[in-house]
């Protein structure tokens, strides 16, 4: 009964599944259900290095228009200490 699965099925369950979550969140469910996969397969053979690479935080790059926006990090001019001399 289910030993060929076509191009028509595939077509099918695209479109119930376009029409019961919508075209905007079928990106990140896509993207969750991977990262389940991912991890259940790292459980599975016990691949501790690819999960520590994972959760590490990844470091936001500037765009060119936030790096315009932020001022350039100047150092203070540190007053001067002399003693003034008066006269």
């Known amino acids: 009964m289910f030993s060929q699965i076509g191009p028509l099925e595939i077509v099918i369950v695209v479109v119930v599944l376009l029409v019961i979550f ?18 259940f397969k790292d459980s599975i053979t016990g691949d501790d290095k690819r999960r520590a690479q994972d959760d590490a935080p990844a470091q936001p ?3 060119q228009a936030q790096a315009d926006a932020a001022p350039a990090a100047q150092p203070t001019p540190a007053p001067e200490s002399a003693p003034e ?3």
């Not at 919508?22 to 469910?29: A, F, H, T």
């Open 61 to 63: 790059a500037l765009t």
């Open 85 to 87: 001399q008066r006269g």
């Open 22 to 39: 919508g075209p905007k969140r079928l990106p990140s469910l896509g993207k969750s259900l991977g990262t389940g996969m991912r991890e």
